[in-house]
């Protein structure tokens, strides 16, 4: 019987951790990543992110998820709250054929209507609103409780992290 991948979540920015216990305890491990451009200030240097930041999948027993979530840096093994949930393979093997198709790529975050978001990049960073249309771009709309009142601003949704 084939051994599934699972997903795991991990703690900010410890995926790269997460992912060397892995192979330390030589169990399979897919920890996508791409290349970004970022400026600093006298240079621009080219930073290696996670895909999926928080995430990133292992195969094995199920019975052996108690001793991956022990792992120093894994918040949880997604899952029904009692066993692990198996990822598909063809999941696993779309974001591999991505990966090997020489296009940029980038995370693409899920955004909803209605969604609490917070400004993570530009120079709305660190504002907080609610989601209110999604096209090309999100409308989020910062909101005067005590008026009922609030201001919208349109932004590419890779800027914003929910809340």
Avoid at 14 to 25: D, Y
Wanted: with cysteine; hydrophobic share 40%.
């Amino acid at each position: 019987m084939p051994v599934n991948w699972y997903a795991l979540h991990t703690r900010s920015q410890f995926e790269p951790i997460v992912s060397e216990q892995l192979t330390r305890i030589e169990l399979p491990v897919f920890y996508p990543t791409y290349e970004q451009e970022s400026r600093w200030h006298d240079r621009i240097k080219t930073i290696v992110r996670p895909l999926l930041p928080g995430y990133l999948f292992s195969q094995f027993e199920p019975g052996d998820a108690g001793r991956v979530q022990a792992l120093r840096g894994v918040a949880h093994v997604l899952g029904d709250g009692i066993n692990p949930i198996a990822i598909p393979d063809s999941e696993i093997a779309s974001v591999h054929q991505l990966l090997s198709s020489g296009y940029p790529l980038s995370p693409a975050i899920h955004i909803q209507v209605g969604v609490r978001v917070v400004v993570e990049h530009g120079p709305l960073k660190g504002i907080e609103g609610v989601v209110l249309k999604l096209k090309k771009r999100c409308q989020v709309v910062v909101s005067i409780d005590l008026l009922q009142q609030g201001v919208g601003v349109e932004m590419n949704a890779e800027w914003l992290r929910v809340l």
